[in-house]
């Protein structure tokens, strides 16, 4: 079986202040979304790749029980 690790996370009031410094080989994209712009892009299936959908599935169930 293989294993995954990796990152999400959850800011609120984000604002962006800067523009990424990568090196040459680095390519990392970053996307501001909210809760709702997530539920949306899961239930269109437009995220494909289980981790990522695991691990935002995780944010937004760790978002409801902490606003509820």
Known sequence: ?????GNVFVVYDLIK????SLGNMEKIEL?????NEIKQLLFESKILNA???VAFYK???YHERSFA
């Open 59 to 61: 944010a937004i169930d």
């Open 17 to 20: 202040e800067g523009e990424q």
């Open 31 to 35: 996307a501001i979304l909210t809760i």
């Open 1 to 5: 079986m293989f294993e995954q690790r």
């Open 51 to 53: 981790a990522s959908i």
